[in-house]
């Protein structure tokens, strides 16, 4: 296909089909190229934002190079170096992540990754991540779509977790957690905890804990804020998804029933979108974007960019407790049936995330 001189699609050919670069107002079915053209497999988001800058793309005969046109799968016709592109019909793996695998498509140690544990030719990815020391659930589909109303706090998606800490556990320090402490990215939202155990030979307390979101490491690094390191943790739910009988490594194909709950968790936040998004902080207003590059799917090749620095590491529980943040008093919670469950007249103790949030955002 011969490169063409950079223009705007749609200044001299939008009579002839050829793709506008404004944004539409109705959801009229269409979404970026670069969007479209990383879920047919061609590339990650970025790759194929290249692909586009370099002339490689064209839209009903036109060549697109620049960013930000809109195309409609259904009736234009793309190409990508003069082949014909088609997208990937929808796929979505349910799986128990075990230790030790990441969730990232590339990486430049070599680590063994949880997409290689499906047999899936398709440009699949890992929603709602976890890191490589912790295990659970993790969703795996090639619908950005879903993935973006799973991850994003403005729609309320419970995750939850079973969290297994070192010593003991006091009700300031799960007070501080499930109000939320400040990281490096900013403060982190408003959870609840809940004791269900302590294992006395281990030297650790078993505590249950719901949120909405999930950055990298936050809910080590929460834990770590408060004083108290986390020794194991494992996701057990997604929604309406549980763990079941899945076992480390096992996985199963989810269908459209299955994850109704997605389209409900989105209708819930239009018909509250005013009063839910007041409730966020302001950097969790903004919708997310899948992180391109390493991880926007199975690479061609090897490679990906280099992870950065891990910030509010367990060093800093130290200096947290020194300061007053893990004061290990007299309120020590010491039975894992008795004083380590919360009386029934406890503000918060049945409470849900979303009631939980807005009674902290009203306080």
Not at 89 to 96: D, E, P, T
Not at 110 to 134: C, E, H, M, N, Q
Not at 273 to 294: N, T
Request: proline share 6%; hydrophobic share 30%.
């Amino acid at each position: 296909m011969a490169k063409a001189t950079p223009r705007d699609p749609g200044d001299e050919a939008r009579s002839e089909g050829a793709p506008s670069g404004k944004s539409q107002e109705a959801d009229d079915g269409r979404e970026r190229l670069h969007k479209f053209l990383a879920s047919t497999g061609a590339g990650s988001r970025r790759e194929c934002e290249t692909f586009i800058a370099q002339g490689r793309a064209s839209v009903n005969g036109h060549t697109v190079v620049k960013m930000g046109v809109k195309v409609d799968p259904d009736s234009d016709r793309i190409l990508l170096d003069g082949e014909r592109v088609q997208p990937e019909s929808r796929v979505y793996y349910l799986m128990n992540k075990p230790a030790g695998y990441i969730c990232t498509n590339s990486d430049e140690r070599g680590r063994p990754r949880a997409v290689d544990l499906i047999r899936d030719t398709k440009r699949i990815y890992t929603v709602g991540r976890l890191d490589a020391d912790s295990t659970g659930l993790v969703l795996l589909t090639n619908d950005g779509g879903i993935a973006n109303i799973v991850c994003h706090p403005r729609y309320r998606v419970e995750k939850r977790y079973q969290v297994h800490v070192r010593g003991n556990v006091n009700r300031e320090q799960v007070a501080k957690v499930e109000a939320g402490v400040w990281l490096a990215e900013g403060r982190s939202s408003p959870a609840t905890v809940k004791p269900i155990g302590r294992n006395p030979k281990r030297g650790e307390t078993i505590l249950e804990m719901t949120l909405f979101e999930g950055r990298n490491r936050e809910i080590r690094r929460v834990f770590a804020k408060v004083g108290l390191t986390v020794r194991r943790l494992q996701r057990t739910s997604i929604g309406p998804l549980v763990l079941g009988d899945l076992v480390p490594g096992a996985y199963r194909k989810l269908s459209r029933a299955d994850l109704v709950f997605v389209g409900e968790a989105e209708q819930m936040y239009l018909a509250n979108q005013a009063a839910w998004d007041a409730e966020l902080p302001a950097e969790e207003r903004r919708p997310r974007r899948r992180p391109q590059g390493g991880g926007g799917g199975r690479p061609r090749s090897g490679g990906g960019g280099k992870q950065g620095p891990r910030r509010d590491s367990g060093r800093d529980a130290g200096r947290d407790a020194r300061q007053g943040g893990g004061s290990r008093g007299p309120g020590l919670w010491r039975s894992v049936f008795c004083s380590i469950s919360f009386s029934k007249g406890d503000s918060h103790g049945n409470q849900s995330p979303g009631a939980r949030l807005r009674q902290l955002h009203h306080a």
